[in-house]
């Protein structure tokens, strides 16, 4: 115990020595290893053989008590195992030692945590390859024999394995997984033991026990990618094996990169298919059930883990085996559809065909991953026989005439995951967008029935498909354009399509002429916008829905006209997103920079003349919304529609992470772009709408319209002379003092800041005053107010929970925070967009190159030129915009949000540039050196700035260089500090004076702070006190941090207090 113990104080325990104190102890056992490592060889040997010749006596006691002797000698042994060099273990004799001991039912879990310790070893820099090398081999053929016993019993008689043989396989298999995914290489050179090790492997990759399966995947996942990483340097040796350099340098490869067989490829794709599910299904091993996973893994590691590295698995066998992986796909897909068809199973329960939709995706992605021109990197012989797979693969699935709307979608997700393919083999696009509209005809129209949810989840579903079709195969089917189109004026013509199943159908279509040039992207947008601008631009709806916030109410009882208003927005924010350069949301050059007149580019946006259609009724419809939540109209408002306007459930587990009920979740919108199917109205729009239904059309008419304005200020200089700013400011901004938090950030994220990023330079005065003022002043005292309650009543007491919860319990708190923060760091990252480099091009850098650090006076004199020209210098020249903004600024920093702080730096630090460069204005130069000043100072007094110390000091250095010989307040306020004089004060100056160096004066700064706040500087010295641990080497010394290093909680409130 006492040799396990001196070791355990430098590995486990390093915290209760110092870094001096730890390095002679670990060279003292380093010196000492030559006789410690014998002795715990001797032990080992003498009270084990003392202990069987005791039981073979019958003296059970004393047999016990060298038992006892043996266990406490393997725990030495692994505290030594861990750091002291290999060739001194084999050397010693303790690596056979551990090797018989594994064949002692007693002492084998304690033997095998050696090898475990041991396997992951890398090769010391000063040690030669027999050294190590030698050892490792050792290692590999004891870990292999004490494999073959198990594998075989598990194969011929699972039955008679105990949990305790299966708990140490599971470390065996550990350790062996180890060994190959960092040492492999020690075996390359020779087949026969590479190949038996592989076999083995494979024998625990393919065993039903989940514990097994999934040590043996790591090493199967780091083994192929670094075999096919190298394919030009790999020769097969066997149809079964592979090997590779895996583990170590090329430098020190042993033996040739050996590629993966067919028959082990395939192997490893059979079972990875089967393992895709969580529920227990009959294996085709011998082992009887396959065990998938449960509860008890869900602890150690998330499903979503495990499945995302069976999956990756799969798409690299894929790319390296084209071939192999399309004709094992095919197989499953035709073995699991046949069994279904067979047994006829409920639609509720389709595991295995799920599994298999997301396998074909992530194989048919492998192999058509475009590296080449033909979309695969095989031959073209290969090529051949993967099109006749997938072309059979294809043909089979089309032939299916499932009308069960749970088949039905299974089908198209089938189809869909065939994306890729069709890019490369675009002769088979037509069938299957002929099969995808037979798929929509076959299921019948939804309706108000609740029995008829499921067709609606079915169609919507088929329309993604389509749509993520239409994504994948690019240019395949742009000569079906004229089909599809007239297939969607058909059903469109016969009622057969809801409005949000056309939206769907209608956003592919601009996907697939995205690809066809602008020109046919136009064409096609004015046809699909052309049925929306008649009924959007009618003044009849407007006039009664949206004179005033009354009118929401009377539009929550129109049905269908509720939801034609919510499928209309929704279509014009997936028109914007897709239409453009490439068929996503274009980022436009910054146009403030060039002159308004010569900025606008040669081609008109696809989208830019519906603008002027589309939005001013969106804007009339944002304006009655924000009001509702005000307090004189929410008091008027039906129970439904206050209810409503609470914040829900699922937006709280999105925000806090919290689990609940099935029966308080919301069922999750599909993926890609498809309307939640489990709400009536959004494809039926002929229930009356309810609780949840209005919440969603509250929620979604919000987020769309946000992004449709931003996205069509995106555009450029078209939407701000098309538009009225007086009545985007009016819609945005009228009411924003009874927005929530969560809505006003939404409003920034979405609309404000693409906005402002957009704005042309001649625009700015019209468009900016008007929106920014009212944003900066509503926040400032929003996020002041809620803030100094959080710090001093330990609750946010934000709007979007208050108003609507009596009783607080801890969840609400936390939710109440996190509002909070979600909405001061957006505040910051506006205020940093408008001091981003790409639009202040004018402003230079304070320090240039070859100065001593302090603007030069021809600076000066340029300066009021610089600062017009930059949206920064714009802002602050206006008071109404730049008081609350700066307020924010020197708030921000003050608070305990380490991520906030480091987005408002970047506007902290234009500020200190405006501040040095203006002549004329003493106020902003007043409030850098003394408000500003003080406030960075304050900031480094709290921990949650460790992260930004550096930019806090550096700030601190440009304040005091540029404005301390213009302005007194940088000295006062380090005067005010309660450990410094006069004479420090001087003596730092001085210091500063004899260098030029920004990173030396830095330095110089960073002391005297530290100097003159004594310990109160917590973001400093916090740096000052990580403890490190010294790497457990003789030679070696790398520190590294120390996680569990003391914290002071003193500023910790709160979320982050919560750990």
């Known amino acids: 115990m006492l040799l396990r113990w001196l070791p355990e104080d430098i590995t486990v325990h390093n915290e209760d020595l110092e870094a001096d104190r730890r390095r002679l102890l670990l060279r003292g056992l380093s010196q000492s290893l030559s006789d410690i490592l014998p002795l715990l060889y001797s032990l080992l040997e003498k009270h084990f053989g003392a202990a069987v010749s005791e039981v073979q006596r019958g003296q059970l006691d004393v047999a016990r008590m060298h038992a006892a002797a043996v266990t406490a000698a393997l725990n030495a042994v692994n505290a030594y195992a861990e750091w002291a060099p290999v060739c001194d273990l084999a050397k010693s004799g303790l690596i056979n030692a551990c090797g018989f001991l594994l064949s002692s039912v007693e002492f084998r879990l304690h033997a095998c945590e050696f090898f475990k310790i041991v396997s992951p070893r890398k090769k010391p820099p000063d040690a030669s390859a027999s050294e190590f090398e030698f050892p490792m081999r050792n290692i590999y053929q004891l870990l292999m024999s004490a494999s073959k016993d198990f594998l075989c019993r598990s194969d011929s008689q699972p039955c008679s394995i105990d949990e305790n043989e299966f708990e140490f396989a599971e470390c065996i298999c550990e350790s062996m997984s180890s060994i190959g995914c960092n040492n492999l290489y020690c075996i390359a050179g020779d087949s026969s033991v590479l190949s038996l090790y592989l076999e083995q492997m494979l024998g625990y990759f393919r065993h039903f026990k989940l514990a097994l399966h999934c040590h ?13 990483s190298k394919p030009k340097a790999s020769v097969q040796i066997s149809g079964d094996s592979a090997g590779s350099s895996f583990g170590h340098s090329d430098k020190e490869n042993k033996g040739p990169l050996i590629s993966i067989g067919d028959d082990c490829c395939s192997a490893i794709l059979d079972v990875s298919f089967q393992r895709l599910l969580k529920k227990n299904v009959p294996a085709t091993t011998s082992g009887g059930v396959l065990e ?22 799969v798409r690299i066998l894929a790319s390296y085996k084209p071939v192999v992986a399309a004709v094992k796909i095919s197989e499953r897909i035709g073995l699991v559809f046949k069994s279904y068809s067979l047994t006829s199973l409920p639609s509720q329960d389709l595991n295995e065909m799920e599994g298999t939709q997301l396998a074909l995706e992530t194989v048919v992605s492998g192999i058509f991953d475009g590296s080449t021109e033909s979309g695969t990197g095989c031959s073209p012989e290969d090529q051949v026989m993967l099109h006749s797979i997938m072309e059979e693969l294809l043909r089979n699935l089309i032939s299916l005439k499932w009308t069960d709307p749970a088949y039905v979608e299974i089908l ?48 919507l579903q088929v329309c993604t498909s389509f749509l993520r079709i239409a994504k994948a195969a690019d240019k395949s089917l742009l000569s079906l354009m004229k089909s599809i189109a007239d297939t969607m004026a058909y059903l469109q013509g016969e009622g057969s399509l809801h409005r949000g199943e056309h939206n769907l159908l209608g956003e592919a279509f601009l996907v697939i002429a995205s690809a066809a040039g602008s020109q046919q992207q136009q064409e096609a947008l004015a046809w699909l916008l052309e049925p929306f601008s008649k009924q959007w631009t009618q003044l009849d709806w407007q006039n009664l829905y949206l004179a005033d916030p009354m009118g929401i109410v009377r539009l929550c009882s129109d049905s269908d006209l509720m939801w034609s208003i919510y499928h209309s927005v929704a279509f014009f924010e997936r028109a914007l997103k897709r239409s453009g350069q490439g068929g996503s949301r274009r980022s436009t050059p910054i146009q403030q920079n060039n002159s308004s007149t010569s900025s606008e580019s040669n081609s008109v946006h696809p989208i830019a003349p519906h603008i002027s259609w589309m939005l001013p009724p969106l804007l009339r419809l944002l304006r009655c919304v924000h009001p509702l939540w005000s307090q004189s109209i929410v008091q008027c408002l039906p129970g ?31 993926s890609d ?43 450029g200089d078209y939407f701000f002379r098309c538009l009225e700013s007086q009545s985007v400011a009016i819609a945005l901004m009228e009411h924003i003092e009874c927005m929530e938090f969560r809505h006003i950030r939404q409003l920034i994220h979405s609309t404000l800041i693409p906005l402002i990023k957009s704005c042309p330079v001649d625009l700015w005065a019209e468009w900016l005053e008007k929106l920014l003022p009212p944003l900066f002043r509503h926040c400032q005292q929003a996020l002041c107010c809620s803030w100094s309650n959080l710090v001093h009543e330990g609750r946010a007491k934000v709007p979007d929970i208050c108003r609507n919860h009596s009783e607080m319990d801890l969840r609400l708190e936390v939710l ?134 550096g930019e806090l000091v550096s700030l601190c250095r440009e304040i005091f260089v540029h404005l301390a010989d213009r302005n007194p307040g940088p000295k006062q306020v380090l005067l005010s500090l309660p450990s410094i004089t006069s004479n420090d004060l001087l003596a730092f100056e001085d210091a500063l004076a004899k260098t030029s160096s920004p990173k030396e004066q830095r330095q110089h700064m960073k002391s005297l702070l530290l100097l003159a706040a004594g310990n109160n500087l917590k973001a400093l010295s916090s740096q000052k006190n990580i403890n490190v641990i010294t790497n457990v080497s003789p030679k070696l010394r790398n520190p590294a941090p120390n996680v569990n290093a003391g914290v002071v909680d003193g500023d910790v409130i709160g979320l982050a207090a919560i750990t």
Request: a negative charge; glycine letters at 6%; proline letters at 5%.
């Open 216 to 228: 043996s995947l790591l090493f199967w996942l780091g083994f192929v990618r670094e075999s096919v």
């Open 673 to 715: 772009g498809a309307q939640n199917p489990s709400d009536a109205n959004k494809a039926g729009h002929t229930l009356e709408p309810n609780e949840s239904d209005i919440r969603t059309w509250l929620k979604g008419i919000r987020e769309s319209g946000y992004n449709v304005i931003g996205l069509s200020a995106s555009i």
């Open 816 to 949: 109440e925070e996190k509002l909070l923060r979600d909405l001061t760091r957006e505040i910051c990252v506006l205020l940093s967009v408008l001091a981003s480099p790409p639009l202040n091009k004018g402003l230079p850098s304070l320090d240039q190159p070859g100065s001593t650090n302090r603007m030069e006076l021809s600076s000066l004199d340029e300066a009021d030129a610089i600062v017009s020209n930059s949206l920064f210098g714009f802002a602050l020249k206006h008071k109404d915009l730049a008081v609350p903004a700066l307020q924010i600024s020197i708030d921000t920093l003050s608070r305990p949000d380490g991520e906030a702080v480091s987005k408002v730096l970047v506007f902290c630090g234009a500020t200190v540039i405006l501040a040095a460069l203006s002549t004329n204005n003493a106020e902003l130069r007043e409030f850098v050196a003394r408000d500003l000043f003080a406030a960075v100072i304050q900031g480094l007094t709290l921990e949650s700035n460790v992260n930004n110390s």
């Open 412 to 459: 198209g997700r089938h189809l869909d995951a065939l994306g890729p393919y069709l890019k490369c083999f675009p002769e088979a696009a037509g069938e299957v967008v002929k099969k995808i509209f037979e798929l929509i005809m076959t299921l019948p129209v939804a309706s108000k029935d609740p029995s008829t949810a499921g067709f609606r989840r079915a169609r």
């Open 292 to 313: 998938l996973w449960d509860h008890e893994f869900e602890s150690k590691e998330s499903f979503s883990r495990y499945r995302s590295r069976i999956l990756e698995l």
């Open 640 to 670: 439904q529609l206050r209810s409503a306007m609470n914040i829900s459930q699922a937006e709280q587990v999105s925000l806090v992470g919290d689990v609940l009920s099935k029966s308080a979740k919301e069922v999750p919108p599909l």
